[in-house]
């Protein structure tokens, strides 16, 4: 669901990177996007319109942001959408009793986590990161809710790099993307 | 500046973890705390508060959120105020020409980055965390601000552990606590 008007706030406020974090990649550096008030709210708006119904109403009972640029969206969308916050986190960072899901990085793997009272069975929750790239991070985040027996609603994210095929690691999760590449 | 609202917001919201991250730490989990919608609403209009004046105008040109609990309070705290969001990362995370400061720990050291262009000279910046320590990232993130030429406004944190003298680290800058413990 690329925009027109998304289309251009990107163009103007996301910075390619060459050859970060390795040579050969082109990174997508949205700092100055942050950085820039008005450009900010607005792709919180956009991204929180994936977590409404058509009437405008939540219809979601909480926003998981995956570590760590996932939450400096994802808190803000959670507060938008007048629901609570809850991170999935990396390996050994959340303080109590947890759910782990690892998976397959192209050396080695990553493990996530989220506490396992984080959500109560049955409810519905949006996902929120920066960029869905092989999709692996959004998947094991699924999996993570499903543990807690609640169910993932849908992603939402600011980009899609569609080259890498992250939609196809998703099943029919609803996936909202601001802009794609 | 504990304020007896926020003390019985925080009784009811932040659970102790025992002996996390090591044996005989006492860590504040505040993901509970996150996952309220009205407590999360709160704590960031709280926040905010250090980056007004009496009048209520907002006095700060940007806020800082340090990596990664403190992305999740100053991503909202700067859309509150109308400004934009700057993080202050761990080594090796921020893609484009950063300055760096080290800073001793327990064990070891550790490394925090500024994007060297992400303030500009004369700028005043609200630093946002989620609990002062030892004020050592504090204390990093306040010489990283004036690498760019920048001011550090204050900082604002939800919780202050004043037994480990954090605000000693700080010379005379003012500081904001939610809750002192």
Redesign the interface.
């Known amino acids: 669901m690329t925009r027109p008007d998304f289309e251009a706030l990107f163009e103007r406020l996301v ?1 390619d ?1 060459p050859d ?2 390795k040579p050969g990649v082109m ?1 997508k ?1 949205i ?1 100055p996007l ?4 008005d450009g ?2 607005a792709v ?1 708006d956009g991204l929180a319109a994936a977590g409404r119904d058509e009437a405008g109403n939540t219809v979601v009972d ?1 926003v998981i ?1 995956m ?3 996932g ?3 994802a ?2 969308v ?2 938008a959408l ?6 999935v ?1 990396k390996s ?5 009793a947890t759910y782990s899901v690892s998976y397959a990085l192209e050396y080695g793997e990553a493990t996530l986590e989220l ?1 396992s009272d ?1 959500l109560k069975p049955g409810e519905r929750v949006l996902l929120v990161d920066d960029v869905l790239a092989t999709g692996g991070t959004a998947a094991a985040t699924v999996q993570l809710v499903e543990l807690c027996g609640a169910t993932a609603h849908g992603l939402a994210v600011l980009m899609e790099l569609s080259f890498l095929h992250g939609r196809d690691a998703l099943d029919d999760l609803d996936l909202l993307a601001l802009r794609t590449l």
Chains 1, 2 share one sequence.
């Open positions: 910075r990177v970060f974090p990174f550096d700092t942050l950085a820039d008030h900010f709210a919180v909480a942001g570590e760590a640029r939450f400096i969206l808190a803000p959670a507060l007048g629901v609570g916050f809850v991170p986190r050994g960072k959340l303080p109590s506490h984080a």
